[in-house]
């Protein structure tokens, strides 16, 4: 690949941000409910949380208000029906139909502002 090329080339995701209505309603959702740890904490704007393998999940309150439904988010787990019944249990909402693919398991959820994430259980392992 021509130096040009690299340079402008992607190389993965830095981060996945939802946008929220309340970021104090949505930060304590994912730290208290979710169990993640916030790495950066951006007061009402919202956060941050990283994960170990290098990816950052984000949660922003537009100044203006403005929010709209995020699309989805697939946070990697080892088992994903085990995970959905964890969560459940400590107030998640997560459907009770568990999607079994060819590649993978998924059980689907909604964060306090209404957006979507799924627990996503790779077949195989992760890559």
Same mark, same amino acid.
């Given at each position: 690949?021509?130096?040009?090329?690299?340079?402008?080339?992607?190389? +993965?995701? #830095?981060?996945?941000?939802? !946008?929220?209505?309340?970021?104090?309603?949505?930060?304590?959702?994912?730290?208290?409910?979710?169990? !993640?740890?916030?790495?950066?904490?951006?007061?009402?704007?919202? @956060?941050?949380?990283?994960? @170990?393998?290098?990816?950052?999940?984000? !949660?922003?309150?537009? #100044?203006?208000?403005?929010?709209?439904?995020? @699309?989805?988010? !697939?946070?990697?787990?080892?088992?994903?029906?085990?995970?959905?019944?964890?969560?459940?249990?400590?107030?998640?909402?997560?459907?009770?139909?568990?999607?079994?693919?060819?590649?993978?398991?998924?059980?689907?959820?909604?964060?306090?502002? +209404?957006?979507?994430?799924?627990?996503?259980?790779?077949? @195989? +392992?992760?890559?």
């Amino acid at each position: 690949m021509a130096a040009t090329t690299q340079a402008v080339a992607i190389r +993965g995701i #830095d981060i996945a941000t939802y !946008l929220v209505k309340d970021a104090e309603r949505a930060k304590k959702f994912y730290t208290e409910v979710m169990g !993640l740890k916030m790495t950066q904490d951006y007061g009402p704007s919202g @956060g941050e949380f990283a994960f @170990g393998d290098g990816t950052t999940f984000g !949660l922003y309150k537009m #100044d203006d208000g403005t929010w709209s439904a995020s @699309g989805w988010v !697939l946070f990697n787990v080892d088992d994903a029906r085990a995970a959905a019944d964890y969560y459940r249990s400590k107030g998640a909402k997560i459907v009770e139909h568990i999607e079994d693919t060819p590649v993978c398991v998924m059980a689907f959820g909604e964060d306090t502002e +209404g957006n979507n994430f799924i627990l996503h259980q790779r077949k @195989g +392992g992760r890559d």
